[in-house]
């Protein structure tokens, strides 16, 4: 038992030290406010868009651009059709899009589809434009979305990345989960990053890069199944730090059946794995440089899960131990809920501390925000047995079947739950 004391006390030290510098991020947003924009640039954009049978959404995004309170002549929009078996390049087309249809079943997935747009965009296009915007086709705009951000791309930043909300907090417990958790990323994380003039993190969608990026990488060189975290990771060993819009919104799509939800974070844990072993030593070595972007981005791809792993796997093993000695079994159960039990309430202070202060742009009832306050840490938990199996299968690339258009938002509620 006192062993067991003792591995809690250890891996408890170790994640205090890990992550408590994350909740001094947590008032940043609150003391400190953003520096005034210069005069915005007349930019020309590019908006990228690879789309994998998505004929039920692409549409309302293409809408949703072209509908955007900048300067329309400035903004492209370009669509990659990638392996498609239904009218997504279709209706893309018709909504105004170029498209490109690509049918490659060897290499998959979306950093392979955002290379060949890319070159396809070299050729058609050798002018080249000042800045891209990348969108999975699930996506929504704030009207002013592009005007926002090119606000803090003509400050000077060559990436930059936005606030992310979502489109359907309130379907359930598995929505609200991730949906929660990517405003407290970008509030917390991101926001509270910009602020201090360190780098933030690209997530997935809804970011922007400069023509000077492009050149100096190529056309989209990363392909691991977590492209956008080697994107981020490649800029900041570098020395690049990623900015943040928090005027700029955007609204995506999650996932509802735990089936999906599981293949989806398989992929990212997976992704973490791959990221980590081919930029792990580049991480320390910035880190032993005194890069605090480094020792951050590291923390973010892989402690909590090692630490979680060791916690559960050690608690395991001595309750096991304890009922084949009989007599310390009980103990042994004790102190695993404990430690447990303190991870849940760690989870549910920043569940709280998010929904409170984001209440106003969470899109669903009261009740519903109160309600999926209390399952976050159990959607977080779920991590854990997902990365354990990440570990030990082989997991590919697999679209996410997206069906939440603007029209169905507005069916479900009696309130608006986009502006626009």
Not at 292 to 310: E, G, K, R, V
Request: charged share 20%; hydrophobic share 45%; proline share 4%.
């Amino acid at each position: 038992m006192e062993t067991l004391q003792l591995i809690n006390c250890i891996i408890s030290i170790l994640f205090v030290l890990c992550y408590a510098y994350q909740f001094f991020y947590i008032p940043v947003p609150w003391l400190k406010k953003d520096r005034p924009h210069a005069a915005p640039a007349p930019n020309r954009f590019a908006v990228l868009i690879c789309a994998r049978n998505e004929a039920a959404v692409i549409g309302d995004l293409i809408a949703s651009i072209r509908s955007q309170s900048y300067d329309a002549s400035h903004i492209s929009i370009f669509v990659l059709a990638d392996n498609c078996t239904d009218d997504t390049a279709l209706i893309a087309r018709v909504a105004g899009a170029t498209v490109y249809e690509r049918f490659n079943t060897h290499q998959v997935g979306k950093g392979y589809a955002l290379q060949t747009l890319l070159c396809h965009l070299e050729q058609d296009y050798p002018a080249g434009f000042d800045g891209y915007f990348v969108f999975d086709a699930d996506n929504l705009l704030a009207p002013d979305y592009i005007e926002r951000m090119n606000e803090t791309f003509s400050d000077g930043h060559p990436i930059v990345t936005s606030y992310r909300n979502s489109k359907n907090y309130g379907d359930n417990w598995i929505s609200a989960g991730y949906a929660l958790w990517f405003l407290r990323e970008s509030r917390y994380l991101n926001h509270a990053r910009h602020l201090l003039h360190t780098s933030c993190a690209v997530s997935g969608t809804g970011f922007l890069f400069s023509r000077a990026v492009l050149e100096e990488v190529g056309p989209w060189p990363f392909h691991l199944l977590t492209e956008d975290i080697e994107f981020s990771v490649h800029q900041i060993i570098r020395g690049r730090k990623i900015a943040f819009c928090p005027r700029a919104v955007l609204y995506d799509e999650q996932p509802t059946s735990f089936r999906q939800s599981w293949r989806q974070r398989s992929r990212w844990a997976k992704g973490y794995l791959q990221v980590l072993r081919c930029y792990g030593k580049d991480l320390l070595r910035g880190m032993l440089h005194g890069s605090f972007s480094c020792f951050d981005m590291a923390m973010n791809i892989m402690p909590a899960f090692i630490l979680s792993t060791a916690s559960i796997v050690c608690n395991v093993a001595l309750c096991v131990l304890g009922l084949l000695r009989g007599g310390e079994a009980w103990l042994a159960v004790q102190s695993a809920g404990q430690l447990l039990w303190g991870m849940y309430v760690t989870l549910f202070v920043i569940g709280v501390i998010t929904t409170l202060t984001e209440w106003r742009a969470i899109r669903t009832s009261a009740a519903k925000k109160l309600l999926y306050t209390v399952t976050f840490p159990l959607f977080m938990a779920t991590y854990i047995p997902i990365s354990l199996s990440a570990i030990f299968r082989k997991v590919e690339w697999q679209p996410i079947e997206h069906r939440v258009s603007a029209a169905e938002l507005r069916r479900r509620s009696r309130e608006d739950l986009l502006p626009f």
